[in-house]
């Protein structure tokens, strides 16, 4: 019976293993050094850089259906980004890759400082062979954490 159990734990401790090396292996090695080198762009250009800096990272099919105003625009000329750290990288099944961020904050108004949360999302575009912000900019009015 014990031999049965430690055989059984053996299988699927294999199997979980094969699966997530399989979710792993999805993107190639070439599409996972693209993915770190738009990252690291894309949280630079979002610490230092400006909004209209940061627009060419996100997916048209994303900015089509939530087309930013003049007002969001101006919105993000109103805050300074102290910091931005990234999470680790999770492969979603549908083939993009998702991670959060913790992004500080500066009201250029009041100086207040605060911290937010964002999730990016990531969606490979086999076309033009690079990667997208497919979430649009970051939410830097939401609830503090």
Known sequence: MRRTIQILLL???ALTSVNALAA???LTRKQRVELEKTQVAYASTIRWG???EALPYLD???TREHPLTDLELRRYEQVKISSYRAGDN???PDGRVGRPAVVGVINLNTQMQ???TVKEIWRWDAEDK???QANGLPDLW???R
Request: hydrophobic share 35%.
């Open 114 to 116: 605060r911290e937010v």
């Open 24 to 26: 792993k292996e999805k």
């Open 130 to 132: 690079r990667w997208l």
């Open 142 to 144: 939401q609830e503090t």
């Open 90 to 92: 999770v492969n979603m």
């Open 11 to 13: 299988a699927l401790l």
């Open 50 to 52: 400006t909004t209209e």
């Open 60 to 62: 048209p099919e994303y």
